[in-house]
């Protein structure tokens, strides 16, 4: 399928081409409009191409086996960590953007022996479009702690940028270093003799490749696929005498959303999401509402299926949004609630053509 559109793409472009060797003696209009032509039909062929191996990445992926040793970090405030889950995001927007989140999940909860084992999560993120790369630049730092592990990583990503009508692509990649640590000393095990749960601390560093799309039409609607830790890129032995080890966790993620202008006041916007996070084998759903008055305060609902709802609340001031959320356990047993903030500001970057302002989940 992918040779007979290059073939047909091939066959394109050499009668466009001959069309422009034939306009020498025409008007410059003739060969501009041949030029253009010829321009949109190479980003239209990549485009294409790309999504086609994307497809084919899917269906690989599908197929084959995938380990889940530790969940990928989750967040209420999903709609502002697009950086960290898909590379495809990074600077699609009109400056330097970043935005932070907080999350301390189960707050308060303990096991028998005291420890504090509630996941706690620190994101930090960055990007911004760089106009000589035809592209953007993004950067995503992440602490996880989940029990006795703790996870560190970092994310260096670029995204290619192609302007399809109104609405903007990026398709993009990032490097994904992580440091995984857990303290096996802690753990209490039903048999003793186990040599992995003698040793007080093991960490690995491990290596993987994240990529992604991303499409959105400034203040209509957007929509992404990515995979991170694609390699499941597997550590060093734990101990000399055991085969296991850190293992990547492959993620997948599909994010949509929308906004719309309230039709009896133009100062309400409203603003639905929905976040899918999967390891093949397992799946969690984010599915938002947003309401946002005046461009300046916000609040709406998270619904997680069968784990919690949460509470949102914001504002911006002086271009710094503010948001603060709190999930309501829908487990029971006992589980308390998670708390979560998040933080945001952009910085607009001045270009040598006049700028369209627009309103979108980044400038809430």
Do not use: E, F, G, K
């Given at each position: 399928m992918i040779v007979c559109l290059c073939l047909q793409n091939q066959n394109t472009v050499s009668e466009l081409a001959a069309k422009i060797i034939?306009?020498?003696?025409?008007?410059?209009?003739a060969k501009n409009y041949y030029f253009s032509r010829l321009e949109m039909l190479g980003k239209k062929s990549l485009i294409q191409l790309m999504f086609r191996y994307l497809g084919i990445l899917l269906i690989i992926l599908l197929c084959g086996n995938s380990t889940f040793a530790q969940q990928a970090p989750i967040f209420t405030h999903h709609t502002y960590t697009h950086t960290f889950t898909n590379p495809g995001f990074a600077g699609l927007g009109e400056g330097i953007c970043v935005n932070s989140?907080?999350?301390?999940?189960?707050a308060g909860f303990k096991d028998a022996e005291g420890n504090k084992v509630a996941p706690e999560t620190f994101l930090i993120t960055g990007d911004m479009p760089v106009k000589v790369l035809r592209g953007g630049v993004g950067l995503a730092i992440v602490q996880d702690k989940l029990g006795f592990e703790k996870n560190v990583g970092v994310q260096l990503g670029y995204a290619y940028h192609a302007d399809i009508g109104s609405a903007r692509l990026g398709i993009g990649t990032a490097l994904n270093f992580l440091n995984r640590t857990v303290d096996f000393s802690k753990f209490k095990p039903h048999q003793s003799g186990d040599p992995l749960l003698s040793t007080a601390e093991e960490s690995d560093m491990l290596f993987d490749v994240n990529l992604g799309v991303f499409l959105e039409v400034p203040d209509t609607y957007y929509v992404g696929f990515s995979v991170t830790s694609m390699l499941e890129s597997k550590g060093k032995a734990l101990t000399d005498n055991s085969s296991s080890s850190f293992v990547g966790?492959?993620?997948?993620?599909?994010v949509g959303g929308y906004q719309f202008v309230a039709p009896w006041n133009s100062a309400i916007e409203f603003h639905p999401a929905i976040s899918v996070m999967s390891n093949i084998s397992t799946a969690q759903f984010n599915l938002t509402g947003t309401v946002v008055y005046n461009n300046k305060f916000w609040g709406g609902v998270n619904y997680r299926p069968q784990e919690s709802i949460g509470l949102m609340i914001g504002m911006t001031v002086l271009d710094l949004r503010m948001g603060y959320s709190y999930d309501i356990n829908t487990l029971g047993l006992g589980v308390p609630g998670s708390h979560e903030i998040s933080l945001g500001y952009c910085f607009k970057i001045n270009t040598e053509k006049n700028i369209k302002t627009y309103r979108n989940t980044r400038y809430l």
């Open positions: 034939n306009s020498q003696n025409q008007s410059q209009l989140v907080v999350r301390q999940q189960w966790d492959r993620t997948l993620y599909l």
